[in-house]
């Protein structure tokens, strides 16, 4: 017993370090450790006999939420980057690199910051998911950059659609900079797509009304998600709008 006591808590305190250095990366303040680290800041799900992952509630869940949206991401430009399409420009080639590192930062983040939240449980965490792009021609610069232009808007949709479902200030803070970073990627490849036009803030996406960007409930992103056909894991959100 002494011993597994031990591994659980050498296994936190690298979730610890791993936070913090990503944190740091991501522009969050050492801070949020003692708030991640509270039972009563966060919701978590009920084990129960499905075997099938659900996110869960509260913050936790948004969380979860979020990890499951960045590991899409993270592993789609993967597969751009280790094999450019044909033709591509040096700028383009950059653009998407950089696309590329961001989103494996974030992935990275949301990881971190669940193995502290969860205090290193991951029957709690979202599980690394496996995805498949079916017949998407990753060597065909409107098929990648077209994908890439729903998956960002749906990133921005998505982050924009479950800010109000966070309580911790401290996550609120920072779901608003990373969906910053992911709007700012949305309108890179919708300039890639349509240079030298207006497409880059286009009203399909930003209301003339009001001027803001659009935002979707998770139920409505997974459902369009799951849609894609790209992730090949089950898992519920049972517990978000």
């Known amino acids: 017993m002494k011993s597994k006591a031990v591994k659980v808590e050498r296994e936190r305190g690298a979730n610890r370090r791993q936070f913090l250095k990503i944190s740091g990366l991501t522009m969050m303040s050492a801070g949020v ?8 800041d966060m919701m978590t799900p009920t084990p129960g006999p499905d075997p099938i992952f659900d996110l869960g509630e509260g913050d936790l869940g948004v969380l979860n939420y979020a990890y499951a949206l960045e590991q899409l991401e993270a592993d789609f430009y993967s597969k751009v980057v280790n ?8 700028v383009e080639k950059q653009v998407l690199t950089d696309l590329y590192n961001h989103e ?15 205090g290193g449980d991951t029957s709690l965490v979202t599980p690394t998911l496996e995805f498949d792009y079916g017949g998407l021609d990753f060597n065909n610069r409107d098929a990648v950059l077209g994908t890439a232009k729903v998956l960002e ?40 797509i349509n240079p030298n036009s207006a497409d880059f803030a286009g009203d399909d996406i930003v209301t003339e009304a009001d001027g803001l960007d659009a935002a979707m409930a998770p139920s409505a992103i997974l459902a369009a998600v799951g849609a894609t056909g790209f992730v090949k894991t089950v898992f519920t959100a049972n517990k978000l709008p």
């Open 104 to 118: 494996v930062n974030h992935r990275e983040f949301f990881k971190a910051a669940l193995g502290v939240a969860t």
């Open 83 to 90: 094999s450019f399409y044909s033709g591509i420009s040096d």
């Open 33 to 40: 450790l003692v708030a991640c680290d509270k039972d009563d």
């Open 153 to 192: 808007d749906t990133g921005v949709a998505a982050y924009n659609g479950a800010g109000y479902l966070i309580t911790n200030p401290d996550y609120l803070l920072i779901a608003g900079k990373i969906v910053s970073i992911e709007a700012r990627h949305a309108s890179a490849i919708r300039s890639l």
